[in-house]
């Protein structure tokens, strides 16, 4: 059977066929669409987060994910959001993102998660971003973190940034 590339064929379709292909393409398990009535965006397998409305495929919300089996009390966690939004608000990027993740860093065993390449998250757009956090209370904070969870998993810390 031939590969056929979804792309190319919702480009070839027509608005009667367009649906049914889609539709297929779920059915697959290709693409899942967004619950969201007022979205319902088709998204690819891959993506955790619809591009349309940045809820996930269970029709929640962005949200925290922490890095592995651990739990760290909450206020570590509160600690954590209230710097990172603070640094937004200080420099008043608009509109505030979603939430920002912390990209675990591998190359250095001793290092945890990066403080100069960060990703945002408006929604299920990802942008990356660049900024040197080092000696700066995010950098604090993340350090209460790894002292509370042991990341012995090498999991990207995602923070929202309302609670
Ligand atoms: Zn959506």
């Given at each position: 059977?031939?590969?056929?590339?979804l792309?190319a064929?919702?480009?070839?379709?027509?608005?009667?066929?367009?649906?049914?292909?889609l539709?297929?393409?779920?059915?697959?398990?290709?693409?899942?669409?967004?619950?969201?009535?007022?979205?319902?965006h088709?998204?690819?397998?891959?993506?955790?987060?619809?591009?349309?409305?940045?809820?996930?495929?269970?029709?929640?919300?962005?949200?925290?994910?922490?890095?592995g089996?651990?739990?760290?009390?909450?206020?570590i966690?509160?600690?954590?959001?209230?710097?990172?939004?603070?640094?937004f608000?200080?420099?008043?990027?608009?509109?505030?993102?979603?939430?920002?993740?912390?990209?675990?860093?591998?190359?250095?065993?001793?290092?945890?998660?990066?403080?100069?390449?960060?990703?945002v998250?408006?929604?299920?757009?990802?942008?990356?971003?660049?900024?040197?956090?080092q000696?700066?209370?995010?950098?604090?904070a993340?350090?209460?973190?790894?002292?509370?969870?042991?990341?012995?998993?090498?999991?990207?810390?995602?923070?929202?940034l309302?609670?």
């Amino acid at each position: 059977m031939p590969t056929i590339e979804l792309a190319a064929l919702l480009n070839h379709s027509d608005t009667a066929g367009r649906p049914v292909i889609l539709k297929a393409a779920v059915a697959a398990g290709v693409l899942w669409k967004c619950r969201k009535s007022a979205c319902s965006h088709h998204n690819d397998a891959g993506e955790e987060l619809c591009r349309g409305c940045g809820r996930n495929s269970n029709g929640q919300p962005l949200s925290d994910s922490q890095p592995g089996p651990y739990v760290a009390p909450h206020e570590i966690w509160e600690m954590l959001r209230e710097e990172v939004r603070d640094h937004f608000l200080a420099q008043e990027i608009t509109p505030l993102p979603d939430a920002v993740t912390f990209p675990w860093r591998s190359d250095d065993p001793t290092s945890t998660w990066s403080l100069t390449d960060l990703v945002v998250h408006h929604g299920g757009r990802q942008e990356p971003y660049s900024s040197d956090l080092q000696n700066t209370e995010i950098e604090s904070a993340l350090e209460e973190v790894a002292r509370a969870v042991e990341p012995g998993y090498l999991e990207d810390l995602r923070i929202t940034l309302q609670p």
